[in-house]
């Protein structure tokens, strides 16, 4: 329901939410519940054993893939035909009246016939735990069932819970699944993809050099096809051949990635060459905003149409607009009406990745903007491979080491 819940970006501070070893708690927790609401003790009529813990656990464990409410029901009804193949025919030991109070008693052996708890609680209390386990090390808002905004990795981890826990007639939602820029989403979601639609198939595709969540993402794709790639069918591949950047421009975006700690893929650009890329350095920000226009301008009159200028985040690419905007026409620069099309652009460079333009200014990448870590490398990066054909760079002061 849109009009009361809302899906809101992921907070960068818990980035674990989207880790492997987070579904594996929410996994653990689940079990847990489960050993704690299945009663798993010797059931007896009187002195004679009707099923016993090695059978009930025997049939839990061979359900795995039911839910918590779907072993109930199952247990409940299996409980109730060993009863009634035991009492059948033996009026003498048991009268009708007894009969339908030991058929009563068994019915719900196990637990109700539909969980009365809420998900929401149930998420509200792994949180809790969570908490207490990193202790200062994680900030987690407490849900509850008021709560109306989620993240990704919140409706992740309410749609295993409700298969894991509430789910009594499974859906198959799909057959096959398509995944563009992989690198964006954590193990934590395609583990619950892979666990709620079992037997689905996959096509998944990014670049893990441009995994700019920082703690979010894929960092490689070691555990994601540890998970994925179980038939002999599957297969991984490496797509190396860029058709989008000139030699000059692949070859500087190569060198940020090698100031990186992580391993990456070779890039083969097709040859094509171009400019080598122009660093400029500016007095002041009045000499860059100069700087800015002369190289734009003589963009445009080399005949090309879609120029990016892309600045470290949104309040530099606001004010960047703003005063470019006096000098040259720019296009709107409001994000959520922005219209992707001939003329310039002025974005951060979150906002860049999966684009793609003629020509693009990165705009004052200082030690600042930019310090000499793997997650700013990649920032950088996928500015520097938005560009097809020119790439120029100004800056006042000391520019980022990882150029």
Not at 75 to 84: E, G, H, S, V
Not at 266 to 277: A, F
Not at 352 to 378: M, Q, R
């Amino acid at each position: 329901n849109e009009k009361k819940y809302k899906v809101i970006p992921c907070d960068k501070e818990n980035y674990r939410k989207g880790t492997y070893d987070w579904f594996h708690d929410l996994e653990e927790f689940c079990c847990k519940l489960e050993a704690k609401v299945i009663p798993q003790e010797d059931i007896y009529l009187d002195d004679k054993l009707l099923y016993s813990s090695e059978q009930i656990k025997g049939y839990i464990e061979e359900s795995k893939r039911l839910s918590i409410q779907s072993k109930i029901d199952g247990l409940n009804q299996r409980a109730l035909n060993k009863l009634k193949n035991e009492i059948t025919g033996r009026e003498i030991t048991y009268t009708p009246e007894m009969k339908k109070q030991l058929v009563k008693d068994h019915t719900k052996r196990f637990g109700e016939k539909k969980w009365k708890g809420s998900i929401y609680d149930l998420y509200s209390e792994f949180l809790i735990k969570q908490k207490e386990i990193w202790h200062d090390d994680i900030t987690i808002q407490e849900i509850n069932v008021y709560r109306n905004e989620f993240d990704v990795y919140d409706l992740a981890a309410l749609a295993y819970i409700y298969k894991r826990v509430k789910e009594t007639d499974p859906i198959r939602e799909a057959h096959h699944i398509v995944v563009d820029e992989a690198q964006d989403f954590g193990m934590m979601a395609y583990s619950v993809l892979h666990y709620c639609i079992p037997g689905c198939s996959f096509t998944i595709m990014g670049d893990v050099s441009q995994n700019i969540h920082f703690g979010y993402g894929l960092h490689d794709w070691e555990e994601l096809k540890d998970l994925i790639l179980t038939d002999r069918f599957d297969n991984f591949a490496i797509l190396s051949k860029s058709y989008r950047n000139t030699i000059e421009i692949s070859n500087f975006a190569q060198k940020i990635l090698q100031k990186g700690s992580f391993s990456s893929y070779p890039i083969e650009p097709i040859i094509r060459h171009g400019n080598e890329v122009s660093i400029t350095k500016c007095h002041d920000e009045k000499d860059m905003l100069n700087q800015s226009v002369r190289i734009i301008q003589k963009w445009q009159q080399e005949g090309y149409d879609t120029i990016g200028v892309i600045c470290r985040n949104a309040m530099e690419a606001e004010l960047a607009a703003k005063n470019l905007g006096k000098r040259i026409a720019t296009l709107e620069s409001d994000l959520e009406k922005a219209e992707f099309k001939k003329g310039i652009m002025v974005l951060p460079v979150e906002y860049t990745k999966g684009l793609e333009f003629d020509t693009v200014l990165i705009y004052n990448p200082t030690s600042n903007n930019y310090p000499e870590d793997d997650g700013h490398a990649k920032l950088l990066y996928v500015a520097a491979t938005r560009a097809l054909h020119e790439l120029a760079v100004v800056h006042v002061g000391d520019v980022t080491k990882l150029l």
